[in-house]
Structure formats: structure tokens, C-alpha cells
């Protein structure tokens, strides 16, 4: 099974400011079948990314993936109010799936 | 507009069984796998399994392999996830989601295990 770590578990900021979040793989995540999904209290997650790289529909664009094999990152350019929530990441590529424990950005 | 429509909360008691539901409207669901997903109280997100409606095909994490069986009847666009003891352990919020990278969730059902 693959172990995904995030980094940092909390992340303070300030809107305006840019996000990175990180994502290790314990293996390398096979074509890399790496997702990011953003969850907010008391709602269904929702996907940002997956492929690594390719923006879900309608998620806007200051919202990037990059990576592969072991190490992927989720980059928001400029956060906004809305963007305070938890990420998980997620590797779809080896059985089984497995989510990262998250990461917490907060307004600072 | 693609949804995936889930049953209502539950409250049960250890021992007891349980089926859920997540049906899907707005797209072709047998053509799409549907995954399941567990969230303890304050925790994260745990992939259970997924089912593929067109054929059935069926795939467990260990973690949940024998705990749960998940099923799905193409005719009514439903897919199902299932106990058949519950523990207190299985309190928890359920969600389902399309396909391996899950493109759209369900609002997820809470069930409530307590004696």
C-alpha cells in the first residue's frame, strides 16, 4: 500500500498570499495518478486536480498541480477568503487507493 | 446536471445491519465506477472500494475487505454499501464518488452505531 505524507498538517496564511502544499509518496505513484481534493466543514470533498496536473471543470486557474513519482504539490497563486479548507491528497494509480491525512490552511 | 443522490442518516445499534445508497442521474452509470469513502468524526478521508455497474467488478481496500460489501443495481442506477453486524466503530460519515479519481461526490450519509 502507498503512504502518502502532506506537509505542513497546518498551514497559516494570509489572503493574498500564495499556498504550497506538499504530498510524498512512499512509492512512486504509477502514470502519475495523483488527485487533489478541497473540503470544507460539514460538505462532500470536491476535486482540484488530478493527473497530477489537470484542473477539474470549473476550478479556477490560480489553482496548479505539479509532480511526479514521489513528490507532488498543489500551489494556489492567491488565496482567497474561499480557499481556507482542508486538502487531501489522493493516488488512483496502485491498489489500494489512499488518501494523505490533509492539510489545514488557515487565515493567519 | 451529473449527481449522485445518497440516503439518509442512520441510527443503529451494534449488531444490527445496514444498507446505504448513492444513485446516479445525469450521466451513463454503468459506464463509470463508483467508490465508496469512510470519514471517522473529525478525521480524514478513507477509500473503502469501488464497483464498476457495468459488469460488476468489484475492488476492496484491505482495510474493509470482509467488513462491507458493496453492490450496485444498474437497472435503477444505484449503488449500495453494506453491513451486516455494525459496530460503534462504524460511526462515521459514508461517501460515494465517481470514478478512481473521484470527479462527483455524494453529500454522504451519516450513520450512527450506538447502543
Known amino acids: ?108 | 446536471e451529473v449527481q449522485l443522490v445518497q440516503s439518509g442518516a442512520e441510527v443503529k445499534k451494534p449488531g444490527e445491519s445496514l444498507k446505504i445508497s448513492c444513485k446516479g442521474s445525469g450521466y451513463s452509470f454503468t459506464n463509470y465506477w463508483i467508490g465508496w469513502v469512510r470519514q471517522m468524526p473529525g478525521k480524514g478521508l478513507e477509500w473503502m472500494g469501488i464497483i464498476y455497474p457495468g459488469d460488476s467488478d468489484t475492488r476492496y481496500s484491505p482495510s474493509f475487505q470482509g467488513q462491507v460489501t458493496i453492490s450496485a443495481d444498474k437497472s435503477i442506477s444505484t449503488a449500495y454499501l453494506q453491513w451486516s453486524s455494525l459496530k460503534a466503530s462504524d460511526t462515521a460519515m459514508y461517501f460515494c464518488a465517481r470514478d478512481w479519481h473521484m470527479d462527483v461526490w455524494g453529500t454522504g450519509t451519516t450513520v450512527t452505531v450506538s447502543s
Open chain 1, 1 to 108: 500500500e502507498i503512504v502518502l505524507t502532506q506537509s505542513p498538517g497546518t498551514l497559516s496564511l494570509s489572503p493574498g498570499e500564495r499556498a504550497t502544499l506538499s504530498c510524498r509518496a512512499s512509492q512512486s505513484v504509477s502514470s502519475s495518478y495523483l488527485a487533489w481534493y478541497q473540503q470544507k466543514p460539514g460538505q462532500a470533498p470536491r476535486l482540484l486536480i488530478y493527473g497530477a496536473s489537470s484542473r477539474a471543470t470549473g476550478i479556477p486557474d490560480r489553482f496548479s498541480g505539479s509532480g511526479s513519482g514521489t513528490d507532488f504539490t498543489l500551489t494556489i497563486s492567491r488565496l482567497e477568503p474561499e480557499d481556507f479548507a482542508v486538502y487531501y491528497c489522493q493516488q488512483y494509480g496502485n491498489s489500494p487507493v489512499t488518501f494523505g491525512q490533509g492539510t489545514k490552511l488557515e487565515i493567519k
